[in-house]
């Protein structure tokens, strides 16, 4: 299985303030058919997740702007270019060029 | 609009099977996948399979196999989650998600069921 690993495990951001968190992948997720299999969810408390990115750069409909992924290979990034309190919740990354695996989650919360 | 609506909690003695239904609507049922994703309390997600409702095509997660089976009713648009020989750690909440080009892009409310004596 491939694992992912995520950093940090826990995010406390001022609102307005921009956000970052890692996700590695331990085997590429580039697909011979030139496609990267990285996603990005976002689970609200007391909710189902929600797909922000897919394919490592592309918002989901209805995403704001201040969502952004970038990566390849095998290390990725999500940012939140200004937080905002709607924000709060565990951000997972998760692949698909084998049988889906998720990251363990990063916890975003407001100062 | 994409909705997909699973049924209520369940409460299970260990040894027995549930089965959690996930019914969709607002897209054309047969051109997806629907995949099974479990959450213990607390913890992260585990992804458990993958039902094609084209065909009937599965996929299941190895730790799994043996005890999940998962299949389609395309006259009805539901999908169907069933889990044998529960076990306490088994305890989690259950969701469904279209598969959409490998990406779970919608997601059912969630089914949680409890394994306890």
């Known amino acids: 299985d491939i694992v992912m690993t995520q950093t940090p495990l826990s995010l406390s951001v001022t609102p307005g303030q921009p956000a970052s968190i890692s996700c590695k992948s331990s085997?590429?997720?580039?697909?011979?058919?030139?496609?990267?299999?990285l996603y990005w969810y976002l689970q609200k408390p007391g909710q189902p997740p929600q797909l922000l990115i897919y394919?490592?750069?592309n918002r989901f409909s209805g995403v704001p702007d201040r969502f952004s992924g970038s990566g390849s290979g095998t290390d990725f990034t999500l940012k939140i270019s200004r937080v905002e309190a709607e924000d709060v919740g565990v951000y997972y990354c998760m692949q698909s060029i084998q049988l889906p695996t998720f990251g363990g989650g990063t916890k975003v919360e407001i100062k | 609009q994409v909705q997909l609506v699973q049924s209520g909690a369940e409460v299970k003695k260990p040894g027995a099977s549930v089965k959690v239904s996930c019914k969709a609507s607002g897209y054309s049922f047969r051109n997806y996948g629907i995949s099974w994703v479990r959450q213990a309390p607390g913890q992260g997600l585990e992804w458990m399979g993958w039902i094609s409702a084209y065909n009937g095509n599965t996929n299941y997660a190895q730790k799994l196999q043996g005890r999940l089976t998962m299949t389609t009713d395309t006259s009805t648009s539901t999908a169907y989650m069933e889990l044998r020989s529960l076990r306490s750690d088994d305890t989690a909440v259950y969701y469904c998600?279209?598969?959409?080009?490998?990406?779970?892009?919608?997601w059912g409310q969630g089914t949680l069921v409890t394994v306890s004596s």
């Open positions: 085997q590429s997720l580039l697909h011979s058919d030139g496609k990267t299999y």
């Open positions: 998600a279209r598969v959409q080009q490998r990406r779970l892009d919608f």
């Open positions: 394919e490592v750069s």
